[in-house]
Nanobody, 121 residues
């Protein structure tokens, strides 16, 4: 069984920062790539950032590049998303995902419950 539990969302002003966390309840966490997705009302879920199993390679959506940082601590079965210089367009529900990486990220059907991020102007 795989469970992903997210935390760290909230309400911040534009220009502020948040750090999201996702804890995975699986003994094979370290073998998998991980990613963060987000979804706003009326829009499709989009990939925000991905990281390989060992943390050696990261990829970001163009809209967040230079502002967001994905990282992981395999000893804690946890993946993080540090979000700086937040903009109102970053407002969304953010989801943690477990997947694979083969040049590009491939999501598996393991998702967290989502955590709301709201950025006010």
């Amino acid at each position: 069984q795989v469970q992903l539990v997210e935390s760290g969302g909230g309400l911040v002003q534009a220009g502020g920062s948040l750090r999201l966390s996702c804890v995975a309840s699986t003994t094979i966490f370290s073998r998998n790539a991980m990613a963060w997705y987000r979804q706003s009302p009326g829009k499709q879920r989009e990939l925000v950032a991905a990281i390989t199993s060992g943390g050696g390679i990261t990829n970001y959506a163009d809209s967040v590049k230079g502002r967001f940082t994905i990282s992981r601590d395999n000893a804690k079965n946890t993946v993080y998303l540090q979000m700086n210089s937040l903009k109102p367009e970053d407002t969304a529900v953010y989801y943690c995902n477990l997947g694979r990486y083969s040049g590009t990220y491939y999501p598996l059907n393991y998702w967290g419950q989502g955590t709301q991020v709201t950025v006010s102007s």
